[in-house]
């Protein structure tokens, strides 16, 4: 039986056994991950180039405010004259360090706890397991507004609140992966022989569990662009006139019935990102599940 | 209080659809002049932005905005008109003499719980609010009280520590609205949200969030000059709705007649429709740059008089206000008494400014902290701002804050600018200046240290003649203006709007309504 | 069975002991207190300095903790700093508001996600399986403030069909009810469609590729019979389980979306508290929320138990 998956919230199946070559060409045949790879490339290259449109982004001219989509200016202008399609490209880097920065963080940070929750056992798994759960059901968005509004608005603050979520998540994942490899033979056979335990968790489980490990971070890694997204759109994110493309849609709504583009085009920017994100993250299942020996059941 | 159970739409209309049969019967039935039953004109339908926290005028925590409806349930000793002159309410009559205070009260007013309204009544409110236990928020501006001693049971009087010129227009207010003492004892600390005082209209429910409904108090004791029995409403639902889009488009159909107030963007799209008059009582959002004097650069004086200058106020109000806006050199407005208009209002120049700012020993990329709260059109000016100081050389920082942060960052002095709103005119300068302005003021958020200014204000304020008023607030408007320890902004025009086919408002002299002559129909 | 499901139910204990600290000492970390709302943004120091003596703030704070945990253990949520009505009272006030929410998109999900799923199934690999499986990817994407923004563009701003924000109580006007909760239920709905769909489609395809499924379509069974009776009959618990498993994901999306909508649910009562520095309020409403989802997550991991046989304890 296989389980789908979801974003948010089902822990991925595991890809036992090493992804390798044969999965990287699975990959490079699936429409999907070649289309995501097309969308993830073009953002990143977009935020590169970024900081060549800055002063168009923020060049405020209040007597060309709120233009509808022309000519002069592809997408239109915002409340201030600005070029929407120039801030757009502005929120790119937003988007990009929040992918990076924030799942990066959770995922180092995750990958340990629950490396070490998973191997170790007994009590500190017990205790770490119980403050994983209390965070988990935390409602996510108000777990990070609570972050945010305590430590300040402003990206760096957004970036923290976003790891904070995303953690316990990867920590669950990671630590379930490990509870299963624990058992197998070879494990206990590299202990019995004296391998450090550094070296088994770091140089033995680790690399068993990269592959649903990855599908799981493409999925969170949508989950962060949408909380950066969420918390920017109620003006907690990056602080103005930085552009974000949740602060871009939040701004846009004071003016839906005689701007639309406004929020239209940010916010399908980042429909685009994550729908890549989701892709990627189906088409590596996929090609992952069809080069390992069974399928497992997730419980 | 308990919240009685819903009520439903249909036995609103049933209820109003009553009222209106019985006025047609009056009507047929000739002049029944001064009858206090049955004059009824259907429902009003109030859209509200600012739901109170607590009815209990005493604990009421908005500046002025809580007072349209407080105005409902309450009434005090004495009333403010729009003018500025006192005239009668629960008293008939007062006399000053020196540091007393002695009113005559009107005879036969009762509660809305009918409890009779009496001296008794009246000395124990006023105490009520100076009692410290009460935790009232108007305590201090009945704090040069000393005494209040029942005479007989239609006078009362008051006794100042010194001469208080401003007291009888505090009692006008908050500060002197007469609340039922049985009701409020009877509720302890849950009388904020069951008002029972003498006013024209009594509660029937308040579903926080939803609605509040009040209804006509039938045995209301003020008449209209034609004699006839007021209020005129039947009832009066006020809605609360926070988005002005919301607000703007209820209106537009009709689902709600009166509205407090709209930002410019909404309701300059109002200004064609025949059925919505915007009435502009002169109220004005007047907006604010606090100016940190306790940091580098602007604990200096030419930083900031160069600040006062790099700013495009008209280009700011074009933008921020849609054009709906005045200028004006203070907080006070062109129609206030103590306007002065030749205070000029700071000239805008660029060049100059950098220059200035350059003179002042303020370098180019100067780092700068402007916060702002978080709602519109407040980070759209603040983005203003910061491009107008950019091109006078210097580079802001943006910080858009909720509320709470927002005040606590301003009180704890990490900022170097601040913007804020304040609305004007308040129904004395004293409340206007003081709070932003004195030493001691709880919203000195410029952290002004001035013994001049501080002087200037207690004169405005102690002085009992207007004239002499005139010339103290000039002083300190003169003073802050030269020390630049705020700048002024623009003020936003707030008119009253509401359905054509309502009439007989009356208002405050800070703007907030009273409906006890409101009346819908032609 | 029973032990394990006695032992289940005090692991929540631990939990919600770490959520309620947490909690609290979070909410103790925001700047400023709950002083402006009650007193107004120019009350004086002194009047500040009363009010938190009165709000007990003046005490240590683990004082509060174990005063707070106390009364939680009398059943007493407290009150709230702001309006002093009891935190309870406030809950209940909210709460039918998020699960009419909840209850209305789940029922979307249902309704249209499970027969949507069915249908790409049966139809894999070809054009509506690739229709249904895009929009699933799209609901599965979009973000819950740009679906609302969408949704308000179109059905409020342009054809005037539905009003943007507001609400009224069912009790009070039915019909105006449901206009007012379409757009939000909608909005919540799409994620738990688009789970539902691809739930679905992937445990039918599965099933439909096992040998009894083979057997019966041999043995000459009509093939509608055949999904809908048969295949759909092992492929539900997954679904059930998955659906289920969003419920967490919903109450976080009903917090956005009662913000966009104005609706007098728990999200909005939970986030006004946050921004008033109403702490009582917020540790209340949080806490119940929290401990909603972990019944719900542990409702769905006994009958997930229960159905699945290969599982022992």
Redesign the interface.
């Known amino acids: 039986m296989t389980l789908d998956l979801t974003p948010a919230e089902t822990p991925v199946p595991a890809a036992a056994g090493t992804p390798g070559r044969p999965v990287l060409r699975a990959l490079l045949r699936d429409r999907r991950a070649l289309f995501s790879g097309l969308v993830l490339v073009a953002t990143i290259v977009v935020a590169a180039v970024s900081p060549l449109l800055h002063a168009a982004a923020t060049a405020v001219a209040p007597d060309r405010r709120l233009r509808g989509p022309g000519a002069d200016h592809l997408l239109g202008t915002d409340e201030l004259g600005r070029d929407v399609l120039a801030r757009m490209v502005q929120g790119a880097w937003v988007t990009v360090q929040t992918a990076a920065v924030a799942v990066g963080l959770a995922l180092v940070i995750g990958t340990l706890i629950g490396l070490l929750a998973g191997y170790a056992g007994g009590w500190a798994d017990s205790l770490l397991m119980r403050v994983i759960d209390g965070l988990l059901a935390f409602p996510l968005l108000v777990l990070a507004l609570a972050v945010v509004a305590a430590l300040g608005p402003g990206l760096r603050n957004a970036l923290i609140a976003i790891a904070v979520i995303v953690t316990p998540r990867i920590a669950r994942v990671v630590r379930g992966e490990v509870l299963s490899l624990r058992t197998r033979e070879w494990v206990a056979a590299a202990r019995i022989v004296g391998v450090p335990r550094r070296t088994i968790l770091l140089r033995h489980l680790l690399p068993h569990l990269a592959g649903s490990l990855l599908v799981f971070t493409a999925l969170q890694a949508s989950t962060a662009i949408m909380a950066e997204a969420a918390l920017s759109f109620l003006g907690l994110g990056v602080q103005p006139p930085q552009p974000s493309w949740g602060a871009m849609v939040s701004a846009g709504t004071e003016h839906l019935d005689t701007t639309w583009a406004l929020s239209v085009f940010p916010g399908l920017a980042i429909l685009l990102v994550i729908v890549a994100f989701n892709l990627l993250a189906d088409a590596l299942r996929d090609a992952l599940d069809a080069h390992r020996p069974q399928l497992r059941a997730t419980a | 209080m308990s919240v009685p159970p819903g009520m439903s739409r249909r036995a609103i209309l049933g209820l109003t659809a009553s009222a209106l049969a019985a006025t047609a019967l009056t009507a047929c039935g000739g002049d029944s002049g001064g009858s206090s039953a049955g004059s009824g004109q259907g429902t009003l339908t109030i859209g509200f932005d600012n739901e109170p926290v607590s009815l209990d005028p005493a604990l009421s925590s908005a500046i002025s905005s809580d007072r349209n409806l407080l105005n409902l349930f309450y009434e005090g000793l004495v009333r403010q008109e729009k003018d500025g002159t006192i005239v009668p309410a629960l008293a008939e009559s007062w006399k000053v003499d020196g540091s007393a205070l002695t009113f005559t009260l009107r005879t036969g007013v009762t509660f809305h719980d009918g409890s009779p309204f009496d001296a008794d009544a009246a000395a124990w409110n006023l105490k009520r609010v100076i009692d410290p236990a009460t935790r009232s928020t108007k305590a201090g501006t009945l704090s040069t009280i000393a005494s209040v001693t029942v005479l007989d049971p239609r006078t009362v009087r008051i006794q100042t520590k010194s001469p208080d010129p401003l007291l009888l227009t505090q009692l006008s207010y908050e500060p002197g609205m007469m609340v039922s003492r049985k009701a409020a004892s009877a509720a302890g600390k849950d009388f904020g949200r069951g008002p029972v005082g003498t006013g024209p209209f009594v509660l029937e429910r308040w579903i926080a969030k939803s609605q509040l409904v009040a209804k006509r108090n039938p045995g209301y004791w003020r008449k209209d000059a034609a004699g006839q029995a007021l209020p005129r409403l039947d009832k009066v639902v006020v809605r609360f709705i926070t988005e002005p889009k919301t607000l703007r488009a209820e209106l537009s159909t009709g689902g709600v007649q009166l509205l407090r107030a709209l930002p410019p963007e909404e309701y300059t799209q109002l200004k064609d429709n025949a059925q919505v008059r915007l009435e502009d009582l002169g109220v004005r959002r007047s907006y604010y740059l606090a100016v940190n004097s306790t940091r580098a650069p602007f604990d200096k004086l030419a930083p900031r008089r160069a600040l006062a200058g790099a700013i495009d106020r008209d280009g700011v109000g074009q933008t921020a206000a849609s054009g709906e806006y005045d200028l004006t050199a203070t907080f006070a407005t062109k129609a206030d008494w103590f306007a002065d208009p030749t205070l000029p209002v700071p000239a805008f120049d660029a060049a100059k400014a950098g220059a200035a700012f350059a003179a002042a020993g303020v370098g180019a990329g100067t780092p700068l902290k402007l916060v702002v709260r978080n709602r519109p059109p407040d980070p759209t000016i603040a983005q203003l701002i910061q491009a107008n100081l950019r091109a006078a050389g210097l580079e802001v920082t943006i910080e858009a804050l909720q509320l709470e942060s927002y005040l606590d960052t301003l009180k704890k002095g990490d900022f170097d600018l601040g913007l804020g709103v304040i609305d004007v005119p308040r129904y004395d300068p004293s409340l206007t200046f003081d709070p932003y302005l004195s030493s001691t003021g709880p919203n000195n958020f410029s952290k002004i240290k001035d013994p001049e200014l501080d002087k200037v204000l207690a004169a405005g304020r102690a002085a009992p003649d207007r004239k002499v008023r005139t010339e103290a607030y000039t002083d300190v408007q003169r003073r802050v203006l030269d020390q630049s320890h705020l700048v002024f902004l623009h003020q936003a025009r707030s008119p009253v709007i509401h359905r054509s086919d309502l009439s007989g408002l009356a208002f405050d002299l800070d703007g907030q309504w009273r409906l006890h002559e409101a009346r819908l129909g032609r | 069975m029973l032990t394990y499901v006695i032992r289940r139910c005090l ?1 929540l204990i ?3 002991l ?2 309620s600290l ?2 609290f000492v ?2 103790r ?5 709950p002083s ?10 002194a ?1 500040r300095a ?2 938190r003596g ?1 709000l007990g703030l003046d005490q240590p704070l683990w004082q509060q903790y174990v005063d707070w945990i106390a009364g939680l253990v009398r059943g007493d949520l407290g009150q709230s700093w ?4 009891p935190v309870g009272a406030a809950i209940a ?1 909210r709460l039918p508001v998020t699960v009419e929410l909840g209850v209305t998109s789940l029922l979307l999900a249902t309704v249209i996600g499970i027969p949507a799923g069915i249908l790409a199934a049966v139809r894999a690999r070809r054009r509506t399986d690739s229709a249904v499986t895009g929009i699933a ?2 609901l ?7 679906l609302a ?2 949704l ?2 179109l059905f409020a ?1 342009t054809l005037r069909w539905l ?5 009224v ?1 069912f ?3 039915p019909a105006g009810n449901l206009r007012f909760l379409i757009l939000p239920a909608v909005t919540v709905g799409s ?1 738990i469609v688009a ?1 539902a769909m ?2 679905t ?3 039918l395809l ?1 099933t439909l590729g096992e040998d009894y499924i083979r057997t019966a379509e041999a043995g000459g069974l009509a093939r509608r019979r055949i999904v809908l009776v048969h295949a759909m009959r092992n492929a539900l618990a ?1 679904v059930t ?2 659906i289920a ?2 419920v ?2 919903l ?2 999306a ?3 979306t009662e ?1 966009i909508f ?1 609706l ?1 649910g728990m ?2 009562l ?2 006004n508290a ?4 109403d702490m009582p309020i917020v540790q209340g409403a ?1 806490l119940v ?2 401990a909603f ?2 019944a719900v ?1 542990l409702l769905t991991d006994l009958i ?2 229960w159905l ?1 046989p ?2 022992t304890y």
């Open positions: 692991h631990p939990v919600l770490v959520v947490a909690l979070l909410l970390l925001l700047p400023g207190d402006t709302a009650i007193l107004g943004p120019e009350a004086t120091e009047q009363t009010l009165d702001l309006t002093r009505e006030d990817m799209l599965l994407s979009v973000p819950h403030f740009y923004t969408l308000v563009l701003v009003p943007a924000s507001g609400f109580a009790t009070e006007d994620t789970v691809r739930q489609r992937a445990s599965a997954p389980t998955v498993l969003q967490g994901a109450m976080s009903t917090v956005i913000t104005t007098p999200g909005t939970i986030v946050i921004f008033s520095r949080v929320v929290v989802v972990l997550n997930y138990a699945d290969r599982i």
